[in-house]
């Protein structure tokens, strides 16, 4: 019998980019293929997960056996998220979220002008999904959160603050400025961290996975993120 240790989990994991409406025809957005969060669908599935998979806009097949909920804006996938980590045991963010949207939608499509050069946007904070959900659920029904961290310069650092800011469990750390990995690539390294609960109590747990398949790699995050699940579920 193969081993089934993701059986009996609820995961919840957000994959892909949102897309932020300028007008009716345009909107920001960014690179995110959402292979990486899909790859983790996949695998989680293959490991015997009851998986939710909140997707923004990508092209993709959903990956068998996976539930997949399709989403375009940030504040449509913050909804979706918080209804399904109520009965989730995991959530894992690989999303790229916007960070912020349109304070106003144009009902029509933004003309450009023959007086001047410039056009200003106005922009607003989005809610930070995994922070919420962080929040909001704390006690028996929060699940076991896991971020990532997507970075182009001092990785570590930063996949620190994030961790300890958002209140989470895991971190998935990667260098977004290295050729051939991270936004839209078919490979990635990460470097996961997690606050260990050893007698220092400041110190983290770290595990450095090497530059490999997204498909690898998900397996390799799920395997530490069980590990770590069943060490809180020990406590
Ligand atoms: O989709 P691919 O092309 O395969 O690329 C994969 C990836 C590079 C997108 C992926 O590996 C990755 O790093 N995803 C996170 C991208 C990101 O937006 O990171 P961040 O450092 O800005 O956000 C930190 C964490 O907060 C993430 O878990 C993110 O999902 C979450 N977040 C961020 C902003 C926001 N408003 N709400 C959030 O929940």
Redesign the pocket.
Known sequence: DEARPAKGLTVTI???PTREPLDPVRYLSN???????YALAEAAAALGATVHLISGPVSLATPSGVNRLDVTS?NEMAEAAYRLAAQSDVFI???????YRAANVSEHKIKKTANSDELKLTLVK??????EVAKHRAGALRPFMV?????TRDVEAYARD?LTR?GLDMI?A?D?SLAGL????DH?AALLLWPSADEAGQALGRRALPAQS?ATLATAILDCLLERLEQADAT
């Open positions: 957000t994959a892909g690179h995110s293929s959402g292979k990486m969060g940030a963010g690989c999303a790229a979220v916007a960070d989005n809610p930070d999904i995994i922070a971020g990532f961290a997507a970075e994030k958002k998935v990667n977004v991270g936004f839209g690539a990635n997204k």
